[in-house]
């Protein structure tokens, strides 16, 4: 199992349709209104492994999200990994840091994703790329080295985080040597 999590409006269903984007018959929902995923989805991938999208934190985020989300991400055994979305355009925000805050505290391994890249600028997108990763390397112990840039509307990325959750989840052999 994995899990999506990030503000509001960050593009966490978009991104979790893109992976989709070979199984069309799957249907996420996603809109232009912050706040619209009120309650975690679950998509099974065949009996592989499942993904959960979670409702939004900051802006209209539903009243019980840090309650609900907390209790999931703290219980979850089989939680393979937790992914972080961060907006490419608005960058880092106080809501992330509360987030990574509780992720740390409770040891679950996560991995940020810079969501939107074909909105940003190229300077913008180089300077939040470059802070989350100086973040990263200074201030965390349970996040992954690498970040993952992706566009949910121009598929770019989207091959390589599927691989990757891909590896997570222990479904893609790795190659020796
Ligand atoms: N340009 C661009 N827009 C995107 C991208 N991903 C998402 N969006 C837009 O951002 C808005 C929010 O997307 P959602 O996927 O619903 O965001 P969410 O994080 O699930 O939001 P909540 O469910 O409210 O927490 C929609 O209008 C999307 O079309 C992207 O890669 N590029
Ligand atoms: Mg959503």
């Known amino acids: 199992m994995v899990c999506f999590v990030g503000r509001s409006n960050v593009g966490k269903s978009s991104l979790i349709k893109a992976l989709f984007s070979l199984a069309p018959d799957v249907e996420v929902r996603v809109s232009k209104t912050p706040g619209h995923t009120k309650k975690m989805n679950f998509f099974k991938v065949g009996k592989y492994f499942t993904l959960v999208d979670m409702p939004g934190y900051g802006y209209r985020a539903p009243q019980d999200f840090a309650d609900m989300v907390e209790a999931y991400l703290q ?35 996560y991995v940020f994703v810079l969501t939107k890249i074909d909105k940003a600028s190229k300077g913008l997108l180089v300077k939040n790329v ?9 201030h965390t112990q349970g996040c992954f080295p690498q970040l993952f840039p992706v566009s949910s509307i121009e598929y770019s990325g989207i091959h390589l985080l599927r691989c990757f959750i891909a590896h997570v989840t222990g479904n893609l052999p790795m190659m020796n040597s």
Request: aromatic residues 10%.
């Open 130 to 138: 470059l802070e989350i990763q100086d973040f990263a390397e200074k």
């Open 75 to 109: 219980e979850r055994q089989n939680l393979k990994r937790t992914f972080l979305l961060v907006d490419s355009v608005v960058g880092f925000q106080k809501a992330d840091h509360t987030a990574i805050e509780m992720l740390e505290e409770f040891g679950i391994p």
